[in-house]
């Protein structure tokens, strides 16, 4: 489902590679020995890597799989594996995405799905909007009965800079149409609720 990127853009990895050669001095390292020559050539191809949503359009993803179906019970696609960067501290938050919509005469591919939280997860992110950029984008393209989104993620920017309990977990959702009804919503719950904490 997921392919590795393999070419990186030249101008960009030699602005990134410079920039964090920089980076190391300023840090107190020397970026001449054995260990770090290679690494802020490494860092600024991992960076462009993980930052590669902004290159993804996350409608064209939903649009290129759509199906006339006339099926209309709740579609979930649970604990979809999300890695993104907090943009206040630029480190890792990582987790699982719960989407779920119920269809109006439209569906899409499941791995599609998981495509859109990589398009919006690859860049630099607050879990927050990451939740309704999901929500937003299939209610928008499959124009579904409803959609519900739950992501439960841990963030290190608050494990490694000990401001919170280790372990913690963030849970954010959002919810549109049918989901706003107890009902519905509470069936979705209880669909992924084995996997909250
Ligand atoms: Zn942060």
Known sequence: MYHKKESYDGECTRILSENYRSTLEALGEDPEREGLLKTPERVAKAMQFITQGYGMDAGDILRSALFHESYSEMVLVKDIELYSLCEHHMLPFFGKAHIAYIPNGI??????????????????????????????????????????VVIEAQHLCMMMRGVQKQNCTTT?????????????RSEFLKLISHDLT
Not at 178 to 183: A, H, L, T
């Open 107 to 148: 569906i899409t591919g499941l791995s599609k799905i998981a495509h859109v939280v990589e398009c919006f997860s690859r860049r630099l992110q607050v879990q927050e909007r990451l939740t309704h950029q999901i929500l937003d984008v299939i209610q928008e393209t499959l124009k579904p009965l409803g959609v519900g």
């Open 172 to 184: 954010t959702s959002a919810f549109s149409g049918q989901f706003m009804k107890n009902e519905t």
